[in-house]
Structure formats: structure tokens, C-alpha cells
């Protein structure tokens, strides 16, 4: 019999992957949707200027197998946010 402690685990991720450090995980959730709507702001929250700009990609990841017996795999790639540019008026 196995039991699970969650109704629903945390089945989906988004991932930074960068240039020249070791990926990042940015955000965690239920669902590919739920991802997508939130690694947005978790990359601008999370990440500072420098390590924004070695980022190559964002991996979308969803988990594959048993709770504790399974692997993380790449479902697609997400688009890198653009910075928010600020615009001076002279």
C-alpha cells in the first residue's frame, strides 16, 4: 500500500538555466498553467541584474514517476523576461 501525504503533488517547475552557475529553481507548482502565470514574477523577484543576464533559458519540467522514486523532465522552454526598461525624459 503506498500513501501519499499530499492530494496533489507539486508536480511542475520552471528552472533557470544559466551560462555560468548551476541551474536555478524559480518556481514550483501544481500545474503547467500555474507555472506559466507565476515564473514571471519569480524571476524578477528572485534573480538580481547580474545574474539575469546569464540567463540562457527557462526550463519548464514536470515530474515524472512515484513521489519519492522519479526525475524531473523537460517539458518545454519558457520565454526569458525581458527587463523593465526605464525611459528618462531630458
Excluded: C, N
Excluded at 507539486?10 to 502565470?37: C, E, H, I, K, N
Amino acid at each position: 500500500m503506498i500513501i501519499y501525504t499530499e492530494s496533489k503533488p507539486q508536480g511542475w517547475r520552471a528552472v533557470a538555466v544559466f551560462d555560468d552557475r548551476p541551474d536555478a529553481l524559480l518556481f514550483l507548482g501544481r500545474s503547467s498553467t500555474q507555472v506559466r502565470a507565476g515564473y514571471t514574477e519569480a524571476f524578477l523577484e528572485l534573480l538580481d541584474d547580474e545574474e539575469r543576464e546569464h540567463v540562457q533559458s527557462i526550463s519548464l519540467q514536470r515530474w515524472q514517476g512515484a513521489p519519492d522514486a522519479g526525475r524531473w523532465q523537460a517539458q518545454s522552454t519558457l520565454k526569458v523576461p525581458a527587463p523593465a526598461r526605464l525611459v528618462r525624459i531630458a
